[in-house]
Structure formats: C-alpha cells, structure tokens
C-alpha cells in the first residue's frame, strides 16, 4: 500500500529505491535487482546520468542505432538514431539506399530565427503605451548587452523587439514578441534569460514613466518564456528524379506508382486522421536523431505539428508532385537545435553521434535531422501503396514477440525463418513457438 512521503529528493538513490520497493512492491528484491541492473558500473559515468534529473533511480535505455549511406548535399552520412519502435532504421536506411542510386537528398536551411514573448496586461491608453514601447525599445536593447556578449561574439543576439497589441483575444493581453539568433546553440536558457531582463526592464521603465496615470504605470508581467513555435526556423530537404527511375512492377508501372503516392500524400495534406498517423511517421526517424544527439524531442514535436496546422487545419509535413516528368517528394520543417550546450557537451553517446555525423553546426544538423525525416516517411508511403505497412513491419516486429514469450535462440532461429516465407501474425508465432516446442 502506497503512503506519503516528505522530502524525498534529499533522500540518497539507495533510500529513494528502498522506499519504492517497500510501498509499491511489496519489498520485492526482484524489483530492486532490476533497477539496479541498469546502473552503470563506471560511478562517474552514472554520476552524470543521475545530475541530468531528480529522483533519479536508474537509466532508461534506448537502442542506439546508425542508418548508413545518406547522401545529403553530395556527402555521405551515417545518421544516428535512438528509438526502440521496429523498423524506423531499417526503413531509413532502405530509403538512403534507394535514393543514393538517383541524387541522394538535397537540402536548404529557409531561416533559422527563434522566438520568445514577455506577456503583460497593461490597462489604459494604447496609443501612451505604443509611444512608450519606441522610447523604450533602445534601453530594453541595452539592458541585456552583458547577457547577449557571447552570443554575439558568435554571430547570434537578439534580432528585434515588437509589441504586439491581443487585446481583441484578451482584454489588457499584451506581448513583447522577441526574435533571436542563437547560432550553434538550441538557445532556450539565453532566449529566457534575456526576455526575464526585458520583463524587469520594461516594469520599471513603465513605473516611472511620467506620460502613464498610476493605474497605467502598473504594468503586470505576467511571464516571460521562449516558444517552441519557431516557423521562422525552418529547413527543406527534398528528392527527385525522372518518373522513369522509381519502381517498375507488373503490378505497379512508375507512372502509376508516382501518380499513386502523389495521392497518397495528398489525403494526408487533405485527411487529418490521415495526417496525424502520416506525421507520427516523419517524427519516428527526427525524433529518433533529435534524441541520439541530445536535443529536445519534446519541442520539436510540439513545434512541428503547429506548424503542420499553420493553415487552421492539421495537415501533412510532406509534400509530393509530378511535373514534367519529374516526380519531386519534399519536406519543410521547423527544427530548433543546436550543437553545443545542454547534453552535447555532456553526454559520452550523443558526442559520438555528434562525431560521427562529423561535427555538424546548428544548420548542418537541422538539414541530416530534416532529411531523416523525409527519409522516413518515403518508406512508410512506399510501403503502403505497394505491399502494405504490416509485412515489414510484422517481420521486425517478430523478435520482439519471441522475446516476450522467451524464446530460445534455437527458437529464434527455427521461427524466423519460417516466417521468411509466412506472414507474420502474433497468434501464428505464438501457434509455431508451441508447435516447436510440443
């Protein structure tokens, strides 16, 4: 039976797992034994993995992966990618390999611009408050120099400061809508610093400001936080090639076959059900390289399907058309991150992944992550307007079924290949396991 517990993080990890297991495990050494399985035997290594967050009682493991030959602007990559679904590398790499052979994947950085908002209520006369805002504007600039050296030491800083009038959303809602260039870094803890100096700034300006009434000069800072809506940091990476060079099957000839996935991605542009289900795709192969190089998967995500409702209604990611004879498959994406701070210059796995893409900049990796994406979702549509989603992803799926009813290697062996013939269902594997085993 579970009960309270008071000041808990100021517990060690030992007593932390011994009250877990008391109250919810019914004192269960197995539980413990598994929790302690996954610590690593390096005590300095395990040291950092437990400063990444609180209450830390062991690690979690993802499958690191790699998805080789990517030709990406004429250079090949080996991409990283820590996911544990079935099949997402697997698709990735057949989809680098199929397009190697016709160009490989071009890209583009579009912009890569960030945002973050002061949010205020302000009661009174806009016009007083937009004259005030210009006059302002210089010493809000100004009270962050210090904070923004090294930034702009490195080519980044604050762009502009806007206000934005919501009051027609919310009465007395006002913004001071902030944009920076953060270069190589993802940005967010100098983007809040910055924007809680403005917040500070702009009251006390506002307080003595002789042109304000006393009800006006109180202005309420509400919060001040950056966004992870950024559709002015966006990147395309594309592919294409002449009609003639995609799959030629009797039962699909590459007209056919470009006419058809042009359609099925136009239900997804048109479909939301379809569009949700079509973006999960692209996401399965960024989230995958976003993790592996110790980015923020949690903001892309949130950023990305903004973006893909930015027209008011959910829409596709990916686009693809045919003109003059030319099938042409593309991806435009919003993607904030960087390559120095946070765990990029602490985690020992995601330095690797950053080596092994060679040491990318900011832009670099937006491009490889975005080109991951497009990748990924080339071989889901591939799939489903040819042999279907589940015959791929069933046969990777097959060892996860085994594990689960712990098959043997001998089993494993035996097993998969009768399904290299066979369609993988759950009930058909668990139907050969007990016949092998009877």
Known sequence: MSKKVSGFSKLSKEAKIDWLIEYFFNGSQKAKEILEKYWNDDSTLQQLHDEFSENTLTNFYLPFGVAPNFTINNKLYAIPMAIEESSVVAAASKAAKFWDNRGGFK???????????????????VE????????????????????????????????DIELRDKTTEIPNYYQLHCTFETVDAMGANFINTCLEQFAQTFKGLAFSENNFTEEEKEVEIIMSILSNYVPNCVVRAEVSCPIAHLPNTPELSSKAYAEKF????????????????????????????????????????????????????????????????????????????????????????????????????AKELMEIIAVAGLA???????????????????KMHLLNILNQHSATEDEKDTIV??????????????????????
Request: net charge positive; hydrophobic share 40%; charged share 20%.
């Open 376 to 394: 990924q979702n080339f071989g889901a549509v591939n799939s489903l307007i040819t042999t279907g989603i589940q015959k791929g992803h069933m």
């Open 128 to 159: 007083k408050l937009n004259a005030f805002f210009n006059k302002a504007k210089p010493q809000l600039i100004d009270s962050i120099e210090s904070i923004q050296a090294s930034m702009k030491k490195r080519g980044g800083g604050l762009l």
């Open 417 to 438: 290949k009768y399904f290299e013939k066979n369609t993988v269902t759950h009930s058909e594997v668990i139907n050969q396991l007990e016949l092998l085993r009877s």
């Open 107 to 125: 890209t583009t950085v579009l912009d890569t611009e960030k945002i973050g908002q002061v949010h205020f209520s302000f009661t009174g006369d």
């Open 262 to 361: 042009v359609r099925a991605v136009r239900i997804a542009e048109k479909e939301p059900f379809r569009a949700v289900t079509h973006n999960k795709g692209i996401m399965n192969g960024i989230d995958a390289v976003v993790i592996a190089t110790g980015n923020d998967f949690r903001a892309i995500e949130a950023g990305a399907h903004a973006y893909a409702a930015n027209n008011g209604q959910y829409s596709s990611l990916t686009h693809a058309n045919i003109e003059n004879d030319t099938f042409t498959f593309y991806i435009e994406i919003p993607l904030a991150v960087g390559t120095i701070g946070g765990l990029t210059s602490l985690h020992p796995v995601v330095k690797l992944a950053l080596e092994m893409l060679g040491k990318p900049n």
